[in-house]
């Protein structure tokens, strides 16, 4: 099992995170395939078209990534 990630970018993605109680974490990218881990993550309290609140912190939609872990077979690649 290879573990990998999913960056929920639409409002979809980050409504079905917050129903599905799914563990968020908080990335910002720092260009060159470098990121930044700002929070460690927990569920989706708030989403608003300007920021996501995890943890009681709001975190700007257009500075940060929001990611789940997905975990995905590697014998089905």
């Known amino acids: 099992m290879n573990d990998t990630y999913k960056v929920l970018k639409s409002d979809i993605e ?3 995170a917050a129903l599905s109680q799914v ?3 908080v990335v ?3 260009g060159d395939d470098l ?3 700002i929070d460690y993550g ?3 309290e708030k ?3 300007e920021s996501v609140k995890i943890n009681g912190s ?3 939609r257009n500075q940060f990534e929001f990611r789940v872990d997905v975990k ?3 014998a089905g690649l």
């Open 58 to 60: 709001y975190f700007m």
């Open 14 to 16: 980050l409504f079905a």
């Open 72 to 74: 995905k077979d590697s």
């Open 28 to 30: 910002q990218p720092l």
């Open 42 to 44: 927990g569920v989706v």
């Open 35 to 37: 990121i930044d881990i």
């Open 47 to 49: 989403i608003t078209p």
């Open 23 to 25: 563990r968020v974490y």
